[in-house]
């Protein structure tokens, strides 16, 4: 049964994807979800935590262990909000931006090594139809 399900196929996908990826981060001692959230603090400073969240698509229980994490490795920055002291916006530090960059660079590597059997187009139709399996979580 199981060479049939779609689902045990993307689990298998995604534990090899994720299992290199870690060898390849590993010297910067950065998961998965760390490195997203990192991408997502450069693309939006000043992004709040709740948004942050949203757009990880994690809840806060998760977001604030690896925001403390990351604050403490002095990536990242939480800074009052002009606009409602009450609340943070999240910034990379100088050190952050800096790792951040070299962790592009292991990451296009790492992508190029798990794809590197797809050509452009196939990469592109199984991202699309990767989407189509959930696209309540698809980014907008």
């Known amino acids: 049964m199981l060479p049939e399900l779609i689902g045990y ?4 996908a995604q534990m090899a994807v994720f299992a290199d990826f870690e060898r390849s981060l590993g010297i910067l001692d950065l998961s998965p979800g760390l490195f997203g959230l990192l991408v997502i603090i450069e693309a939006n ?4 935590q709740i948004q942050l969240a949203a757009a990880a698509r994690v809840d806060r229980s998760t977001l604030v262990p690896a925001l403390d994490k990351l604050e403490a490795r002095e990536l990242v920055e ?11 916006g999240l910034v990379l530090t100088r050190r952050g931006a800096g790792l951040l960059q070299r962790a592009k660079e292991i990451v296009q590597d790492h992508e190029h090594r798990i794809a590197g059997a797809l050509s452009a187009d196939e ?12 696209p309540e979580v698809r980014q907008s």
């Open 45 to 48: 400073p000043g992004l709040r």
């Open 78 to 88: 939480r800074r009052a909000a002009p606009d409602d002291r009450r609340s943070n």
């Open 9 to 12: 196929h993307v689990r298998l």
């Open 123 to 134: 990469r592109a139709l199984l991202v699309r139809y990767l989407d189509r399996l959930a």
